[in-house]
């Protein structure tokens, strides 16, 4: 299947700083990804989704100015969160869907481990 | 929006039994519901996917159930190996192209 790359997988940041997250088609350009966050034991909630060109669009209840989204191209999109607070604390997954599969079948980043201190 | 329910939440069968996982959308409108499994730490991975058109698709020791008119579809894994201990997610594509996930199942495999 096609290779989405999700960098960093980890990341410790300290209180007020931001972190940027990148996501990253290999073999197939993506329109657009998604981004989700996922607490401990708990399911993917989608934040986001990122459009190649245009702004994003987000989920009821996520704050576009704290989670800023970037899909400057189309192998490439990114995650900063700014002003980062412990309860950010999470893991980020991004996803993006190949075209070669008629554009349903989503393919994972490896994932964003995300510690505010 | 969309809303997809799982059941159950956690899962325990004994080794070389079967497994039922259950999941209900409610957007008419979804045409695609693949399942994932995700290891601890790690991303999910597609392990199987069924779209309308089809009411039942089978890949060796996994298969999947879609009844559209009561908007629940299935995923049934037979002769369960301790390797499918895992977290488990059914997920739908809504109309909007988004795909929304269910809860999850934890499923353990018993020695």
């Known amino acids: 299947g096609a290779v989405v790359s999700q960098h960093p997988s980890r990341v410790i940041c300290k209180s007020g700083t931001s972190v940027k997250i990148e996501c990253r088609s290999l073999d197939f350009q993506a329109t657009t990804m998604f981004w989700y966050r996922q607490f401990p034991k708990q399911s993917l909630m989608l934040m986001a989704t990122s459009n190649e060109g245009s702004k994003a669009t987000y989920e009821q209840g996520v704050e576009k100015d704290k989670f800023l989204i970037n899909h400057a191209s189309l192998t490439l999109s990114t995650l900063t969160v700014t002003s980062a607070h412990p309860e950010d604390s999470s893991f980020y997954i991004c996803?993006?869907?190949?075209?070669?599969?008629?554009?349903?079948?989503?393919?994972f980043g490896q994932g964003t481990r995300l510690t505010v201190v | 929006g969309e809303n997809v329910e799982q059941h159950p939440s956690t899962l325990s069968v004994q080794e070389g039994d079967s497994a039922v996982i259950k999941c209900t959308y409610s957007d008419s409108a979804s045409n695609y519901f693949p399942w994932y499994k995700q290891e601890l730490g790690k991303r999910p991975q597609l392990i199987i996917d069924i779209r309308s058109n089809v009411g039942e698709k089978k890949d060796q020791r996994i298969a999947v159930t879609l009844n559209k008119t009561a908007k629940h579809f299935s995923l049934h894994i037979t002769e369960t190996q301790p390797e499918d201990s895992a977290v488990y997610f059914c997920a739908a594509l809504n109309r909007d192209d988004k795909i929304i996930f269910g809860k999850g199942t934890r499923l353990h495999i018993l020695p």
């Open positions: 996803s993006a869907s190949s075209p070669g599969n008629g554009g349903t079948e989503a393919f």
